[in-house]
């Protein structure tokens, strides 16, 4: 589900997982209230987008300013935005690839970089970069 965590008052972010049927105004909402959000895709980086045109909600997300970062629900491998069409969708709107980070190290990290950063592509390239061996690749 979706939580609201504060760190240090300096940061909001939102987290929530992908399922089918999700109703795409809760991007809206995450538009309006959030700096960033780490979304649990589907397996290496699937998202919804038949009927409710989640990428499309993605994409006004970082037009606006959010920072949206994409792991995984799977336990192993992590993502590759390359193998399908929303994924490779999701890489050219500017998506943060959490790569092989767990859903925890992508919230924390997401959490640090709001902190440090407020451009956009900072806040990219930090998240994307491996400190501490938070991801292999």
Do not use: H
Request: glycine share 10%; aromatic share 14%; proline share 3%.
């Amino acid at each position: 589900g979706f939580c609201r965590p504060q760190w240090l008052g300096i940061s909001q972010k939102q987290s929530g997982k992908m399922y089918p049927g999700i109703d795409g105004r809760v991007f809206d909402f995450i538009k309006n209230n959030y700096r960033g959000v780490v979304i649990e895709s589907f397996g290496i980086g699937g998202v919804p987008d038949n009927y409710n045109d989640i990428s499309t909600k993605l994409r006004e997300l970082t037009e606006a300013g959010t920072a949206v970062a994409i792991t995984t629900q799977c336990m192993y491998e992590g993502i590759d935005l390359s193998v399908y069409e929303v994924g490779q969708t999701l890489a050219k709107q500017g998506i943060i690839n959490c790569a092989d980070m767990t859903f925890e190290a992508s919230v924390m990290k997401l959490m640090w970089a709001l902190a440090e950063f407020d451009n956009i592509k900072d806040i990219k390239a930090f998240m994307e970069k491996p400190y501490f061996y938070d991801k292999s690749y």
